[in-house]
């Protein structure tokens, strides 16, 4: 009984189920036992790594983040945070009404509808982001949950909806990812893959991919910033000093130094969190090049054998390597559009979500990466800017009309859903519920 226990622990885990898709493939492959076993071991650790970055990527923007909270205040207006695995956490843990039950069982029927899709369909895409595949469930069971509908229904039309869901997006986001990284052996597999689309037909209409924001030429004065360790060190560094600043003018040092910066010096404090991101983002690459460099090999026994033609839908960082200019662009055009959609939600008395250097980095970074692709320097800024500022837009309304319920009653107090692969499907069952008049 033990050892199924820690069988069942391992094979929930993202890092062992790519291992083991890495082995199965291998093995298909009729590859040898060294190369069997350096293949799995390493895909393992290449989501380890990602991971460990990831890990230090979030510790480093969760204190800005607060002091961002401290250092805008509400002045009246309604705010809220926007972080999904917060949302679908909270809610799961609370466990109203016996939604965890329904999360489980649209995480795992919603697999299952998505695996046989991807066998039948001609989108030979499998998805492989362990957290998205969690969120997505989440979200759908929310929603279905919300309209008063049974554990049967509920787990029903929610694992349908996300398993066409994690089938047809990686599908819609292929062509510009051909264009991201010159080839079809990876696709995309995450949940802001819908704004990125958007980001990626408005580069599209604004720019030329052949003016690529990873050619353009520094003055030698400023070559440094084509390090992207320092740029994104330099960056990072003001915004946490804006941050800061922005904190201590609200509670003042002693106040900065005691609730957020456990007693360090609040200068020093926001220095090393900038340099604490930057450490992140390149544990992060290193990790996705060992992860690309073994999976995508080992992922062609299973994709020759159990579903032909297959390509494995990776999370977001596995595209940073290859555009590392637009995803600097994407920081600071995806800030900008948070901090211009904050206010135009402010002025029309909306919900306001609280900046996100989370978004920041990981969704407008992506977007202004799709943006490149179709439109290069102008479309860079424009993927990052629109996943900022429609983006902030998008999550007040889900909020403000309760489109996944009442998210409150259900323990997710003052969190929203960030994700637009969710929201917007949602918006639009949403509609659809409230013309029949669910």
């Not at 629109?386 to 996944?404: E, R």
Request: glycine fraction near 12%; charge should be negative.
């Amino acid at each position: 009984m033990e050892i199924f226990k820690v069988l069942l622990e391992l094979i929930t885990l993202p890092a062992f189920i790519l291992g083991l898709i890495a082995l199965v493939g291998l093995l298909i492959q009729k590859k040898s036992a060294s190369e069997v076993i350096v293949g799995t071991i390493k895909t393992i650790l290449g989501l380890l790594i990602m991971g460990v970055g990831i890990g230090a990527l979030i510790n480093a923007l969760i204190p800005i983040q607060a002091m961002f909270q401290v250092g805008i205040p509400a002045a009246g207006f309604e705010t809220f945070v926007t972080f999904d695995e917060a949302v679908v956490g909270a809610v799961q843990s609370a466990n109203e009404a016996n939604i965890g039950a329904a999360i489980a069982w649209t995480m795992l029927f919603g697999y299952i509808i998505h695996l046989v899709l991807a066998r039948v369909t001609k989108f030979k895409y499998v998805y492989l982001t362990g957290h998205m595949i969690w969120i997505h469930a989440g979200a759908f069971a929310i929603l279905f949950q919300s309209f008063g509908l049974s554990l049967f229904w509920t787990v029903l039309l929610a694992s349908i909806v996300d398993g066409f869901y994690m089938t047809l997006a990686p599908a819609l986001a292929q062509p510009v990812m051909r264009k991201i990284i010159g080839n079809d052996s990876i696709a995309f597999g995450h949940g802001q893959t819908l704004l990125n689309m958007v980001g990626a037909w408005v580069g599209k209409l604004v720019g030329d991919p052949n003016d690529s924001a990873e050619e353009s030429e520094m003055p030698d004065s400023l070559n440094f910033f084509r390090d992207m360790a320092i740029s994104i060190s330099l960056i990072m560094i003001v915004v946490a000093l804006v941050a800061v600043i922005l904190a201590v003018i609200q509670i003042g040092i002693a106040g900065v130094q005691e609730t957020i910066s456990g007693g360090q010096n609040w200068f020093v404090f926001a220095l090393l969190q900038a340099l604490g991101f930057t450490a992140g983002v390149l544990v992060l690459l290193q990790g996705v090049r060992m992860l690309i460099a073994e999976i995508v090999p080992a992922f062609k026994g299973v994709a020759d054998k159990l579903i032909p033609g297959a390509i494995p839908a990776l999370d977001c960082p596995v595209i940073y390597p290859f555009a590392p200019n637009s995803l600097i662009i994407g920081l600071i055009s995806g800030t900008i559009g948070q901090v211009l959609g904050m206010i135009f939600l402010a002025l029309i008395s909306w919900p306001v979500p609280l900046p996100s250097m989370i978004a920041a980095f990981f969704a407008s970074g992506a977007g202004a990466i799709f943006g490149n692709a179709t439109g290069g320097r102008r479309g860079a800024w424009a993927g990052g800017f629109i996943w900022g500022f429609v983006g902030w837009i998008m999550i007040s309304f889900a909020y403000k009309f309760q489109v996944f319920g009442d998210l409150a009653g259900m323990g997710a107090i003052d969190l929203g859903f960030t994700v637009p692969d969710a929201i917007i499907p949602g918006i639009v069952i949403w509609l659809i519920a409230k013309l029949f008049g669910v």
